[in-house]
């Protein structure tokens, strides 16, 4: 058994299973992963870390067990579970992993899967449970309680996003959200007496993704090293493979040798990051990323990049009635609201370096419509 002090949850109790997990090397390389990728260039407080961030999610997912009433056995799955819900992230998280599953057949959920049925990982968790059980566990209704729009990942990272960027929108009432939860067949869902705390929640979340997740330079930021990883790969500098066992530093420094990506690598280093030249609502964004990227580039003669944000806004949340289940936006107003907001918000963002942006900016206009 291990306490660890944590600054959003205080005192954490671990198990001596769960600590055999943490200090495998598959976790340990968590430390160096940063749950916000490339937000630090912005929020420069924003160096906090999935390890933490997966010690944070089982805690809540243990609060929300206890509310829930559940048999110790079905506690210490989700305990479990939830340590491990982050272990088949690359470096750089869900912005690397935009490029990498496509070489990797599969995304950070299905690559966890994977570690956690094979060697040092499936050979301890099998000291107490089924490792083919505990990879699957998000794949059932139990495993809502850490991977749903209410869940405890949720929770945990706007709670931490919020605490490490100084961005004060993140407050989350989880004591309120862990007593009004209800598990049903179909999974989780919130109780007409904790609609309130969800809304708050959910209002948090799409804050989170205006002010940071969303926020232009991170958008730039995260878009060159997408590009730099790219073509790293196709240079051969970088193997997809091996990249699993990289920190965000070591893949950085990987990026920088590549002959093709270790400009944009270069750039993510000193901060020299490339200028917005144009945007538009998505929903005037009639031909794909690529097709205008390579059509930019060569009518300017420059390097042109273009993000497309590649995030759901949905809220999937059920709110129970006496009526049955409702989505939350039927049962909400203003989740509903919130909704159709943040879709009109979302726009495509045409990037160059700085001494391009004019002649990028009147091709754009002409190419894409101002």
């Known amino acids: ?27 340990q390389r968590l430390r160096g992963i940063r749950q916000l990728a490339m937000a630090y260039l912005v929020y420069p407080g924003a160096n906090h870390t999935r390890f933490e961030h997966s010690i944070g999610t089982l805690a809540l997912a243990d609060r929300m067990c206890k509310e829930l009433s559940l048999s110790e056995n079905k506690t210490e799955k989700v ?46 968790v099998s000291e107490s449970f089924s490792a083919k059980e505990i990879a699957s566990l998000h794949e059932t209704p139990l495993g809502e309680i850490i991977a749903s729009d209410i869940g405890a990942d949720r929770m945990d990272y706007l709670l931490r996003d919020s605490h490490y960027t100084g961005v004060a929108y993140g ?8 007593s009004s939860v209800v598990l049903t ?12 705390a969800a809304e708050s929640l959910l209002v948090a979340r799409f804050t989170m993704f205006s002010t940071v997740y969303l926020h232009k330079t991170v958008r730039i930021a995260s878009r060159m090293l997408q590009r730099a990883i790219t073509l790293a790969l196709e240079d051969g500098t970088l193997d997809a493979q091996a990249s699993l066992c990289f920190s965000d530093s070591q893949m950085l ?115 894409l419509g101002k």
């Open 79 to 124: 305990r479990m579970t939830a340590l491990l819900h982050d272990v088949g992230h690359s470096a750089f998280s869900h912005e690397a992993e935009a490029v990498l599953s496509h070489y990797l057949g599969g995304n950070h959920e299905q690559i966890g899967k994977k570690m956690i049925l094979t060697g040092e990982l499936s050979d301890i």
């Open 1 to 27: 058994m291990v306490r660890i002090r944590d600054p959003l949850h205080g005192t954490i109790v671990l198990s001596g299973l769960e600590e055999k997990i943490l200090d495998t090397p598959q976790m």
């Open 185 to 196: 067949k179909k999974g989780l869902a919130i109780r007409e007496r904790g609609l309130e």
């Open 253 to 367: 420094d990987a990026l920088c040798n590549s002959k093709k990506g270790g400009e944009y690598a270069t750039r993510l280093k000193s901060r020299r990051l490339f200028k917005k030249a144009h945007s538009l609502p998505l929903s005037k964004l009639h031909m794909g990323a690529t097709h205008v990227e390579k059509a930019l580039s060569e009518k300017c003669g420059c390097a042109v990049l273009v993000d497309v944000p590649r995030l759901s806004l949905e809220a999937s949340v059920k709110v129970e009635t006496d009526h049955g289940l409702v989505p939350i936006s039927s049962a909400s107003p203003l989740v509903a609201s919130l909704q159709k907001m943040q879709k009109s918000r979302l726009d495509a963002l045409v990037i160059c370096e700085e001494k391009d942006v004019k002649k990028v900016q009147k091709a754009a206009e002409k190419l």
């Open 171 to 178: 407050v989350v009432d989880c004591d309120r959200i862990a």
